[in-house]
């Protein structure tokens, strides 16, 4: 097999076209999401029924939603960066409290925790590139409030192991530590036989444009089976108004009055009536990004040194982004050359997606004291991404495999 791969750097001149890293449309579009976003638009020119505020478009689009990851309830919203936001303002964070959440991140999800006044408190990940347990129970004390984790780059992070450490360590007030995921790369992803999203307190799943699906280029959905939390969440996305049907409250029937603070983070009709196209499709658009990364992976197994994405036996990815790690004795320097060669030689982008937050934000670094996880640190010098994309040929995936393998054995020489 790697001698035909290997082929493709005399056969192909280069990859059909430049493939982002981290392409800015993870998905696509076709015309059945363009005729049902025209539709709704021209059903929305009567000014007795508008865009929305909450319609039967949003209803219908949460219970599809709700109903594919298997859970019980799902929440429209702006963003995940917002969804976040609404997971550490239900918490009711008080001054002390902390929220575990792991270096190798995006910064979201620890600017949620230092927005609501919580103490962050950084831990370690392991090669799956997802938060260690043994490391989550090291950092756990008895004013642990939540245990926040993101489930990297679409493979699934230990949720079971992190609710039963969170059993094992309950706060003295509130009982053990809320178990949150943030799912924003994992769409679609399966953990134990199920969609991630049916386990813990929440889950949070973006629906930007980088994402799995989009729902017009930002967007996001909340997941739960907790039924006083859903609650919770729809008071924070709606002014305070807790109510199990919104569409009721938007047709002017009464509803249980307001219950707090409350903003404004509601999808649009438009977002919605586009999103449940992209969720009918989801599947479709995840399968060949799948085959493309395992083909990937048989290839790239037989290159000594070179680490492929390690998967646990009990997660199926869905591989957002497709991970990479080098020698240990390449981390940093050695590891920006064989980026840099990919570059110039054949054309491949690449990205460090991501490395501790604390290295590349000076916001969080200020904020954390002293805190550092040296093993993320060395598994972040050691990460490489390249790009993946499910409209992607097998052409040039075995150009870029092949490039990789090239690439790698000639900075192994220097």
């Not at 929440?75 to 792991?102: F, K, N, W, Y």
């Not at 950092?139 to 679409?154: D, S």
């Not at 192991?161 to 809320?178: M, Q, S, W």
Request: glycine letters at 8%; aromatic letters at 8%; a neutral charge.
């Amino acid at each position: 097999m790697l001698e035909a791969v290997m082929n493709r750097l005399k056969t192909q001149k280069g990859l059909s076209r430049e493939w982002p890293a981290e392409p800015m449309l993870g998905g696509w579009y076709t015309e059945e999401e363009i005729e049902a976003v025209v539709k709704a638009i021209r059903s929305s020119m009567d000014p007795a029924v508008g865009f929305g505020f909450f319609c039967d478009e949003i209803v219908d689009f949460e219970r599809q939603f709700a109903d594919y990851i298997g859970c019980k309830y799902a929440l429209s919203i702006t963003s995940a960066g917002t969804g976040l936001d609404m997971a550490m303002r239900a918490l009711d964070l008080q001054p002390g409290d902390e929220v575990i959440v792991p270096a190798i991140n995006f910064r979201a999800a620890h600017y949620a925790v230092l927005g609501a006044g919580g103490k962050l408190v950084m831990c370690e990940s392991d090669e799956t590139l997802n938060a260690d347990p043994a490391d989550v129970e090291k950092k756990i004390t008895p004013r642990t409030r939540a245990i926040l984790v993101t489930h990297m780059n679409g493979l699934s992070a230990p949720i079971c192991d992190y609710l039963e450490i969170a059993e094992r360590h309950p706060h003295p007030k509130y009982g053990p530590p809320k178990v949150i995921g943030d799912a924003a790369r994992a769409l679609g992803g399966e953990y134990k036989g199920e969609k991630i999203g049916t386990k813990g307190w929440m889950t949070i799943f973006s629906l930007h444009t980088m994402k799995m699906m989009t729902t017009l280029g930002e967007g996001g959905m909340i997941t739960t089976n907790d039924p006083e939390l859903m609650a919770r969440l729809r008071a924070l996305r709606q002014w305070g108004i807790a109510q199990s049907d919104d569409l009721e409250i938007a047709r002017g029937k009464k509803g249980t009055g307001n219950q707090g603070w409350g903003s404004n983070y509601k999808m649009t009709k438009i977002q919605a009536v586009v999103g449940m196209v992209q969720l009918r499709r989801l599947d479709e658009m995840i399968r060949p990004r799948i085959a493309l990364a395992e083909k990937r992976t048989a290839i790239l197994s037989q290159v000594p040194g070179l680490t492929v994405p390690v998967i646990p036996s009990d997660c199926k990815p869905v591989y957002y982004l497709y991970n990479l790690l080098v020698p240990e004795a390449w981390a940093g320097a050695k590891r920006d050359s064989f980026m840099k060669l990919l570059r110039t030689k054949y054309g491949v982008d690449t990205v460090v997606a991501n490395p501790p937050v604390y290295q590349t934000d000076s916001f969080i670094r200020n904020n954390i004291g002293e805190q550092r996880c040296p093993r993320s640190e060395q598994i972040g010098a050691r990460l490489v991404n390249i790009p993946l994309h499910p409209l992607m040929s097998e052409e040039d995936n075995e150009f870029i495999c092949a490039a990789v393998i090239d690439c790698f054995n000639e900075i192994a020489r220097s």
